[in-house]
């Protein structure tokens, strides 16, 4: 009788195992922050990044989110070719990742901003770009309906030659646009390959 239970909770670890995920990403609804002050933190384990550089258009907001208590407030009213955020991890060959996360329009004139996911694959060689990106699909931001949470998904395998994985969000075309973009619940997931 002991053998017969081990080996059906040998099989049942198994089984869990197998269909099981591992999230990677940290602070996924921005619930930590780089500071006390509340007016102007940043949120911890993402690097912000915008061209031109204008890291005041980043902020934590405490107002509006969709998991927790706070998400990540862009300013979309300065004038920027792109905007974003990402994260970074060592991957291996023929592992399959899913990265989602949620976006809110708050404003109506977004200008021709899009949003969009991809996966920048890294080589060893001082962690240069290895392969082409992954993309998602690019999301019209005055196409989206304004006070709504939007989902963003993007699932792809690591092509060869790849060590490392950065999954960044991108907001593309930021010009003249009179709102902001909440971003939260960001989460990055490696899917077991056995199933």
């Known amino acids: ?8 909770a040998v099989i049942t670890l198994t089984i869990l195992s197998a269909v099981s995920f591992a999230d990677l ?5 921005f619930e930590l922050i780089s500071t006390s002050d509340d007016t102007s933190p940043a949120p911890t384990d993402w690097t912000l990044f915008s061209f031109p550089e204008k890291p005041e258009i980043f902020k934590v907001s405490n107002t509006d989110s969709l998991g927790g208590i706070r998400s ?3 300013d979309l009213s300065r004038s920027n ?13 023929n592992e399959t990742y899913r990265f989602t996360g949620y ?18 694959w890294l080589s060893s060689d001082l962690l240069q770009e290895a392969q082409p990106r992954s993309w998602g699909t690019a999301l019209s931001l005055k196409d ?3 006070g709504e949470w939007l989902p963003l998904e993007l699932t792809a395998t690591v092509p060869g030659y790849t060590e490392a994985a950065r999954f960044v969000l991108l907001i593309r075309d930021v010009q003249a646009a009179n709102s902001s973009i909440l971003i939260d619940d960001v989460t990055i997931t490696k899917i077991d390959s056995s199933l």
Do not use: A, R
């Open 1 to 8: 009788m002991k053998i017969k239970s081990f080996l059906i």
């Open 25 to 29: 990403e940290k602070n996924s609804s």
């Open 72 to 74: 990540l407030e862009i």
């Open 81 to 93: 070719e792109f905007v974003g955020l990402y994260q970074e991890f060592p991957v291996q060959n």
């Open 103 to 120: 976006i809110k329009k708050v404003g109506t004139d977004t200008g021709n901003s899009t949003c969009q996911l991809s996966i920048e």
């Open 144 to 146: 989206l309906p304004e």
